[in-house]
């Protein structure tokens, strides 16, 4: 009797949140006349242009030209500071991309840095605000990129404590957090990204969902996945997208390792229907039969396919 109560508290809380997260996030995920909207990210362009000895962000105008080309809706920036995004801006209203979602850095477990890095991360959230986006996307720094060390339980505390503040912060200015990470949080038994989702309170911090960095992060485990989705997927408001075959990124979004048409329909079981950004970037090993834009073309028709029922 007592488990029966306890898991109906649970499916009453996450019933809740799933709501209320549903209600801030109304429309963020459509573009119009009932067409889902679909957004790309800006790393996995610099993949496909690198493996041409060409450089995105110094191509932008033309590179930003192919998004469009491919069929996305939207484009979601990564940006170190105000300086980018005012030049990004402009280029985007010229090729008609919107910026439903920011990407940004940002150090938060050391405790000489977490002040200056919040008040980056609100000054290009007003910046952004001012433009259309809803959604901050951050994936607070590890110790060293490609190291292998950890953050002490210390520093976990201090940065999920900044996380929090830093969501609350830009809840009051009408923006959504979105926690991210990579394969190194889900290292020791993922305590990192465990602790982000946890030690932070769901209506200040809530979750970018990169399928493939829990996946391979997990040991290329669906099992894990869909455990993290049972554990949050009432905070999701963020869906990135990459599929591999055979633990490789493959050059397309489509079917693969992951099994999205299963995700979309728990996703949708619960009410949820996050702004969908798709990150099919390749890596050495991934098939190199098709350029950007036909790549991109294809994940976008895929991922309209799979997630149809998010534009109703």
Known sequence: ????????????????LATALAGAMAGVGRAGSGRLHVACNQYPWGTFYA??????????????????????DGFEPGVGGLQQIEQMVPL?????????????????????????????????????????????????SPLRWGGPENKTDEQLKVQAAALDKLGA???????????????????NAAREFHHMMVGTD??????????????RGSGNSQVALFD?????????????????????????????DIDYPRLAEYLLHLGIKPL????????????????????FQKSTQYTREVFAGFAA
């Open 51 to 72: 493996r041409e000895k060409k450089d995105f962000n110094v191509l932008l105008d033309a590179g930003l030209g192919e998004v469009k080309a491919s069929g996305n």
């Open 169 to 187: 912060g830009l809840k009051k200015m009408g923006l959504v957090l979105a926690y991210h990470n990579h394969d190194i949080e889900l290292r």
């Open 202 to 215: 769901p209506a200040h911090v809530t979750l970018c969902l990169d399928a493939h960095w829990i996946y």
């Open 92 to 140: 985007l209203k010229k090729h008609g991309l919107e910026m439903r979602s920011l990407y940004v850095n940002s150090t938060l477990h050391d405790p000489a840095e977490v002040d200056k890095s919040m008040e980056e991360v609100l000054a290009a959230a007003t910046k952004a605000k001012a433009v259309g986006t809803r959604i901050i996307v951050t994936n607070p």
């Open 276 to 295: 969908l950004v798709l990150e099919q970037a390749v890596e050495a090993g991934s098939p190199k039969t098709m350029n950007a834009v036909e790549a």
């Open 228 to 256: 993290v989705l049972k554990l949050y997927g009432p905070r999701v408001t963020e869906l990135h997208l990459r599929q591999s075959q055979s633990g490789v990124w493959t050059e397309a979004f489509g079917p693969g």
């Open 1 to 16: 009797m007592a488990n029966q109560v306890s898991s109906r508290r649970e499916f009453l809380k996450d019933t809740m």
